[in-house]
């Protein structure tokens, strides 16, 4: 069976090998079809401590690390910024 992979931003980098990774969805509600933003926090594990906050990364589900870290960062993800998509 395939991990997971989701996609998110580092929010805090405070622990030890360990970084808050917000991943963002939209849902849309049952009734009404409104879309709304949610927001998850997801305890990730990164044993050299490379990454930084606000970097956007992609998270895989593993194996329990501790009681909350069940995922670990696997790379970062180079969004183009706004500045560079206007001179193409």
């Known amino acids: 069976m395939p991990k997971h992979k989701l996609k998110g931003t580092i929010v805090s980098h405070k622990t030890d090998k360990t970084a808050v990774v917000s991943v963002e969805r939209v849902k849309a509600h049952p009734r009404y079809q409104k879309r709304t933003k949610i927001a998850k926090k997801y305890q990730a594990h990164d044993p050299a401590n490379q990454y930084q906050e606000g970097e956007r990364v992609i998270i895989e589900e593993c194996r329990p690390q501790?009681?909350?870290?069940?995922?670990?960062?696997?790379?970062?993800i180079h969004d183009p910024s706004p500045d560079e998509t206007k001179s193409r």
């Open 66 to 76: 501790s009681k909350n870290k069940k995922w670990r960062i696997i790379k970062t």
